[in-house]
């Protein structure tokens, strides 16, 4: 159980699903900037996105320590 703070995410598990996320994110937005992606890579891409953040949601929804 984690408290809600100022800005800063408390708990481990939750930051490394965020880093996750943003680590999927970035993935994405580089190889879209870098060459055109066939449509799988990019639906793979989104997908990992989505995934990263549904996982986000799930252990948010848990731990009610989501950051506002
Ligand atoms: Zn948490």
Avoid: F, W
């Amino acid at each position: 159980m984690c408290s809600p703070s100022a800005g800063a995410i408390a708990c481990p598990e939750h930051a490394r699903l965020e880093e996750e996320y943003k680590a999927a994110r970035d993935r994405m937005r580089n190889l879209i900037r870098l060459r055109k992606l066939t449509r799988m890579e990019e639906r793979q891409l989104a997908d990992e996105v989505a995934m990263a953040i549904a996982r986000l949601k799930e252990l948010a929804a848990k731990h009610g320590c989501e950051r506002r």
